[in-house]
């Protein structure tokens, strides 16, 4: 039987709409989509001011006002070429103040390509305030040295909020020792958005009572004025004939009394570490304990020079715990070992741990 013919042109008619609508979806459906990068290219960091890194926070990572990816710094994206905006929380009483390009919006925008990778970092400040501040460290934090000695910490000051001016600098001590200290340079200068650094030489008297003091480096600049307190321990002078070693602990939250689960040794400055002396010619004239209480070599060549090695020291007096030699001295750089020390002299020896030390 055949159809009217109205009815054979309603049917044409709607083949002919379906084919209308369909067409572009499978146009859309075949189009090149943007291919994803094979590896991460873009990461995000979170320090506080001063470039101490502050792990463990909140980063998002949008497209026009929707969040794609997410996670805790340091965090890593696989993003396609396009432009995106990357935001960082509040955690832990710091704040935001800036990025490390300046740009101080919490909300930055990022233009991701086909080849370039991006690195940002997040910088923190221990107020909310937006009054103009800023923040000082040293380093070391803790300051040792013998009676009559001298002893160098480098300071780093960071502006926060746009904070600009010149600082002064000044140390002091409670009336128990007497103490000179010098700053280099003299005149410092912050600018908005920067850093400065300074060296702080400390000349303790050479009567002085062995001991640990608060010693307070103040900085005043633009009606601000901020300070820091160091214990500064004086021990006594290496002998004419000897040597002394320190073995001190990296200033940390995790340090227990004592983190072994023996402490034969001690445990007011924590589980002592092995160090070997040995002559110019390599051969071992000497081992002992050091803490931070100090060891010392005596009966040595006055005025020769020796080679101290502070040894590393896994699962650390029967802990489950790695504690491990960092850095010499004053000089957060010099890692060298073994270190050359003449006769008469002392060495400090910093060391860190690796998983915890707060407990056994």
């Known amino acids: 039987m055949?159809?009217?013919?109205?009815?054979?042109?309603?049917?044409?008619s709607s083949v002919a709409l379906m084919t209308l609508f369909l067409l572009p979806i499978a146009q859309t459906a075949a189009a090149p989509q943007a291919a994803r990068a094979a590896t991460p290219n873009l990461s995000i960091f979170t320090t506080n001011v001063i470039g101490n890194p502050l792990p463990g926070y909140y980063t998002t990572v949008s497209e026009d006002g929707l969040v794609l990816q997410r996670g805790y710094s340091p965090a890593s994206f696989?993003?396609?070429p396009g432009q995106y905006q990357v935001a960082v929380s509040d955690?832990?009483?710091?704040?935001?103040?800036?990025w490390n390009d300046s740009v101080t919006s919490r909300v930055q925008t990022v233009t991701i390509t086909t080849t370039n990778t991006i690195?940002?970092?997040a910088l923190y400040f221990t107020s909310p305030s937006t009054a103009p501040n800023f923040a000082m460290a040293s380093s070391p934090a803790t300051i040792t040295l013998a009676a009559g000695a001298t002893a160098v910490s480098g300071l780093t000051f960071a502006s926060v909020n746009g904070f600009s001016s010149a600082l002064s600098l000044r140390a002091a001590t409670n009336s128990s020792v007497s103490i000179r200290a010098s700053f280099a340079p003299s005149s410092l200068k912050l600018g908005a958005l920067g850093t400065a650094t300074a060296t702080m030489t400390i000349t303790v008297a050479a009567n002085a009572t062995l001991g640990t003091y608060p010693l307070t480096v103040t900085a005043v600049g633009g009606n601000v004025s901020n300070s820091i307190t160091l214990p500064l321990t004086v021990s006594k002078p290496a002998p004419a004939d000897g040597i002394t070693v320190y073995a001190d602990r990296v200033p940390a939250s995790y340090w227990a009394p004592c983190f072994a689960t023996t402490c034969a040794l001690g445990t007011g400055p924590g589980a002592a570490m092995w160090v070997v002396l040995y002559s110019s010619s390599g051969s071992v004239v000497q081992t002992g304990f050091a803490n931070e209480n100090g060891y010392t070599f005596t009966g040595l060549n006055p005025g020769a020079t020796y080679y101290v090695y502070p040894s590393d020291c896994d699962n650390c007096h029967g802990s489950t715990h790695d504690v491990l030699f960092s850095y010499w001295g004053d000089n957060i750089s010099s890692t060298t070992r073994p270190l050359a020390v003449i006769v008469g002299t002392s060495v400090d020896a910093w060391y860190i741990c690796t998983n915890g030390c707060s407990g056994v």
């Open 2 to 12: 055949s159809r009217p013919a109205s009815a054979i042109w309603v049917l044409a």
């Open 119 to 121: 690195s940002l970092t």
């Open 91 to 98: 955690y832990g009483g710091y704040f935001f103040d800036r």
């Open 78 to 80: 696989t993003l396609s």
